[in-house]
């Protein structure tokens, strides 16, 4: 079946420009997360969504950041004002569902590469 | 807070040489453990994983046993294809707590395996 898609797959913008990355989570999946990775950080979690609610945000570096989900599927991460410190591949994954005390499997998404200029 | 801390790379090796990579941990409450692979051009995807103490992961001939006595996930395979060639990632996700399951990963560890 389809996995997780991600768009665009590459993105250049000017410093200063706002982005939209969008996420298609795996259908049916209620977990979605957001993750960043970069040369400098590795890694790193951003924002976990369950269904339309984030009650995990802590990974979200500044206020220039924020994410949204509609319709218990696609999700959208925003990036404001962005800074070159922001270039980095954006990986989302999802996940059938998440609860507190067990792991389920996350599927990734293959990515977006942004690099601000 | 959490903490994945792998053996630096880049890694080479001759084909059906013997692989470890090393992976230590640090977590404050019930951590499952993973091992994620990021082929080139492709995303990332599960190896293998072990969600309790003294469990073994295995898949694709790689194993891993989860030692909470030396808080260690290392990652091994008794003989390397070129196919092999990728970035392995060690991860945990911390179960206690608030955690809904997000991964904390290692920096990544890049194996290129000659023939």
């Known amino acids: 079946g389809a996995g997780v898609s991600q768009s665009p797959s590459n993105k250049v913008t000017e410093k200063g420009k706002d982005v939209e990355l969008r996420c298609d989570p795996i259908s049916g999946h209620t977990a979605l997360y957001w993750y960043r990775q970069s040369l400098g950080q590795g890694l790193e979690f951003l924002i976990y969504f369950q269904g339309n609610s984030a009650p995990d945000k802590s990974g979200l570096p500044s206020d220039r950041f924020s994410a949204e989900r509609t319709g218990g599927s696609v999700s959208t991460l925003t990036i404001q004002r962005t800074q070159q410190e922001d270039s980095a591949v954006y990986l989302c994954?999802?996940?059938?569902?998440?609860?507190?005390?067990?792991?389920?499997?996350?599927?990734f998404g293959p990515g977006t590469r942004l690099t601000v200029t | 807070g959490d903490s994945v801390t792998q053996m630096e790379g880049p890694v080479t090796l001759s084909e059906e040489a013997f692989l470890t990579i090393n992976c230590t941990y640090t977590a404050t409450g019930y951590p499952s453990l993973f091992w994620y692979v990021q082929y080139p051009g492709e995303g990332l995807q599960l190896l293998l994983k072990?969600?309790?103490?003294?469990d073994k992961g295995s898949n694709k001939g790689f194993e891993a046993t989860y030692r909470k006595e030396t808080t260690s996930f290392h990652l091994e395979k008794g003989s390397v294809q070129v196919s092999d060639s990728a970035v392995y990632f060690c991860?945990?996700?911390?179960?206690?707590?608030?955690?809904?399951?997000?991964?904390?990963f290692g920096q990544g560890t890049i194996l290129t395996v000659h023939p």
């Open positions: 991860a945990l996700s911390d179960l206690g707590g608030t955690s809904y399951g997000k991964l904390t």
């Open positions: 994954a999802s996940s059938p569902k998440a609860s507190l005390g067990f792991s389920y499997e996350q599927y």
């Open positions: 072990a969600t309790k103490a003294d």
